[in-house]
């Protein structure tokens, strides 16, 4: 599948419309993440699609919070992006901010993991490593289970997210947890560089 831009113009656009670095860890993170996915679900050669979507995916959320998923066509043309690349953008916020149904699996896995990334990476920060490559399914189970902990993941999309995969907690939670170890580093070197 076509993106219709190189990485380079997507972190410039990326850049254009998110300053703050919170947004641009999550949205390296989530490009890394949906890399490691195209690669374990047998999609290695859709591997770029699938990141540039993790990367663009709240492509609208810091400037256009109320406008989330409504506002990112129009951002996404700006820089020729494909329509199946903005399709997948929008069909992240399915029944939240967008009415846009995630249909190919890359667009599950999306909608499933970008809540999740959010999640492992707060518990993370708890550790003493500061890390997810020591993390375990067991602790994340904890964190989700405590409402309180990092209040703003939604619990129910996370779950909304695995039953449309047809995963259980526990794959969807190991799973993303190796995706995150796979690309923390480097997003960490990236995001200094930025």
């Known amino acids: 599948m076509e993106t219709g831009m190189t990485r380079e113009e997507a972190i410039a656009l990326l850049k254009k419309y998110n300053q703050e670095s919170f947004h641009l860890l999550h949205a390296l993170t989530v490009e890394g993440v949906m890399r490691w ?3 374990e679900l047998g999609y290695g050669e859709e591997e770029e699609f699938w990141a540039m979507a993790g990367l663009l995916h709240d492509i ?7 406008q989330h998923c409504q506002k990112a066509p129009e951002l996404l043309k700006e820089a020729n992006a494909s329509e199946a690349l903005i399709h997948a953008v929008c069909s992240h916020g399915y029944g939240l901010c967008s009415d846009v149904k995630p249909e190919h699996l890359m667009e599950k896995v999306l909608f499933a993991a970008d809540e999740l990334t959010g999640l492992i990476g707060a518990a993370a920060k708890m550790r003493p490593s500061k890390s997810c490559c020591d993390m375990e399914v067991s602790s994340l189970k904890k964190k989700f289970k405590d409402k309180r902990f990092a209040a703003g993941c939604s619990r129910d999309v996370i779950r909304e997210g695995a039953e449309m995969l047809g995963w259980d907690l526990n794959e969807l939670f190991e799973k993303t947890i190796l995706a995150m170890r796979s690309c923390e580093e480097s997003v960490n070197n990236e995001l200094a560089a930025l």
């Not at 609208?60 to 109320?66: L, N, R, V």
């Open 37 to 39: 996915y195209a690669k």
């Open 60 to 66: 609208d959320f810091e400037k256009y919070p109320d």
